[in-house]
């Protein structure tokens, strides 16, 4: 895999930055080792044939043999205040052709920290990866090790914040922290892109009534985010929210809201026109109703100042609600209005013991590094911390499931991204529903994105939907299946980036345990892009299809 290398200045940072990310971690592991520990290490190793049959509308058809060796070590620590896990993996492929032949090799890795030094008071978290991420949206599901690992980009990234939480006060709760975090990728031969080097630095915080206080009730809301996107020479990124309304009861539980909103959106360290604010003021006045702290309704007349003329002194209406329909079900959203127009969030979540379900809409000012920083995760499936596999997974029992140190929830789509870092507006959906009982398990994704280019006519759309199932055909043999599909469509002034593609992946395997430490796999795959974008056209083109068949003996040590 050709890889374009960063400067030496970036590389002596991003040694420096990876010294001080090992020796935190270093401390926490010598502090948590004064208490008990539970510490649990595994690996596996596999050995794998890939054949694959290409067709290509730019190659012709073509016929590949690939040897793949990947061995992986998980560890986890678990006591009383410390939890943390880490998982490593290396791959090697070699791959023989008519042409020529090629060798690569792919070291991944993710880690997992959270100290709790005073239960519900104080927690300090750390998380970040070492992994392979598509860089070009139009390549998603399409991009792997075997097709298009030129369109793939090294990418580190790493998190550590630090939260407070106090509850006790007799007349008010607070809660408030600091996040730092530092996205680093080498630009991949395909990826039109900047190579990433950004730092993000958050504040956050918030304040409430405490739970004895019913006639007024009151809550403040803030955030700060100031992204460093000196690599690109873009200027920083920095992101202003406020929010904050006081409810005062009138007749039982009907009241009288009062509420107010700050949001700015500026690129500091430029002198063209996209450096001004985009800076969006609302107050208002309505009514409430409220049954409980997860059972109200909100609904206001509101008055705007913005930066922006077409949207200064303009009255619009919002709402503001979370109800709780059962201790499974709970619903939350919000309607009113931003810079850039409307604006809507909601939420829903639904758990049972056999059947979970979670969705969200959302809309951001964001750009690649926060994305990568700080993803989204609605995992409807709890899953051991190194595997994705669904047929190891399981639903959990309630809304709010804390995972353990060597667990995660799981989300079996993800993210489309494309290493640009352009300021975008990011209005999102993201779907996942899970089954689980006796042999079965069954998950349904669904995601859309649309990235709308602030300082670009461009605009891109993605929808995707997938299925994934799991069935026990006996006490050593699974039988597993997945299927998602992608359309991604663009809008630019840059007719290499006009077009749309449609992209599929699928898979059907057979699994075989032969006693505790060795499995058998037997795998059919097929991948199929066609389109028209012509930027980041990969190995086999912009309309190809793969068929692969693999056979891989598995080995564990736990």
């Not at 520990?37 to 509308?57: C, L, M, P, R």
């Not at 979670?358 to 809309?363: C, D, F, M």
């Amino acid at each position: 895999m050709d890889i374009i290398m960063l400067s030496e200045k970036t590389k002596q940072r991003t040694q420096q930055q990876t010294t001080v990310w090992g020796i935190s971690l270093s401390i926490s592991l010598l502090s948590a080792s004064n208490a008990f520990a539970e510490i649990k290490v595994t690996g596996t190793a596999e050995a794998e044939y890939i054949f694959q049959d290409v067709k290509s509308e730019d190659l012709g058809q073509l016929s590949l043999d690939t040897f793949q060796i990947a061995p992986s070590i998980n560890a986890s620590i678990d006591t009383r205040t410390f939890s943390g896990f880490w998982s490593g993996s290396l791959t090697h492929l070699e791959r023989d052709k008519v042409s020529d032949s090629r060798r690569d090799t792919f070291e991944e890795y993710n880690y997992s920290v959270i100290w709790q030094p005073f239960e519900r008071v104080f927690q300090i978290e750390a998380t970040g990866a070492l992994n392979y991420q598509n860089a070009n949206a139009n390549n998603y599901l399409v991009s792997d090790f075997l097709n298009n690992s030129d369109s793939l980009s090294k990418t580190r990234s790493n998190r550590v914040s630090a939260l407070a939480n106090l509850e006790r006060l007799s007349w008010i709760k607070a809660q408030g922290g600091v996040a730092y975090s530092d996205v680093a990728s080498e630009r991949s031969t395909l990826n039109n892109g900047q190579a990433l080097d950004n730092n993000t630095l958050e504040l956050f915080g918030g304040m409430s009534n405490s739970d004895n206080r019913r006639q007024v009730l009151w809550e403040l809301n803030g955030a700060y985010i100031n992204t460093d996107r000196a690599q690109t020479n873009d200027g920083n990124f920095v992101t202003r929210v406020g929010d904050a309304f006081v409810d005062v009861a009138i007749v039982k539980d009907i009241g009288v809201r009062l509420n107010a909103r700050h949001e700015a959106n500026q690129i500091s360290n430029r002198d063209d026109t996209t450096s001004i604010t985009r800076e969006f003021n609302s107050y208002g006045i309505g009514l409430s109703y409220r049954q409980s702290e997860d059972r109200y309704i909100a609904i206001t007349a509101n008055k705007s100042d913005s930066d922006l003329d077409e949207d200064n002194n303009e009255t619009f209406v919002g709402l503001d609600f979370n109800w709780a329909l059962s201790s499974r079900t709970n619903l939350s959203g919000s309607y009113g209005r931003r810079f850039y127009g409307e604006a809507v969030a909601f939420d829903a979540t639904y758990n049972s013991k056999y059947f979970r379900t979670s969705l969200n809409y959302s809309e951001d000012v964001t750009n690649t590094s926060r994305l990568l920083a700080n993803p989204q995760n609605l995992g409807v499936f709890v899953c051991p911390a190194a595997n994705i596999s669904i047929a190891d997974c399981f639903q959990p029992s309630t809304l709010v499931y804390q995972p353990d140190a060597n667990e995660q929830l799981v989300q079996l789509t993800s993210q489309v991204i494309e290493f640009d870092d352009n300021i975008i507006v990011r209005k999102s959906t993201n779907f996942q529903a899970g089954y689980d009982f006796s042999r079965i398990t069954i998950a349904l994704t669904s995601r859309y994105a649309e990235d709308d280019y602030l300082d670009l006519e461009r605009l891109r759309r993605t929808y995707s939907l997938g299925t994934s199932l799991a069935y026990e055909l006996g006490s050593y043999t699974n039988l597993n299946a997945e299927v998602t599909y992608a359309n991604i469509t663009q809008i630019s002034e840059q007719q290499e980036l006009d077009g749309e593609s449609d992209n599929w992946r699928g898979n059907i395997a057979l699994q075989r345990e032969f006693g505790k430490s060795l499995t058998a796999v037997v795998d059919f795959s097929y991948i199929e892009q066609s389109g028209e974008i012509n930027a980041g056209v990969g190995l086999f083109g912009n309309d190809f299809s793969d068929r692969r068949i693999s056979l891989s003996i598995i080995y564990k040590y736990q």
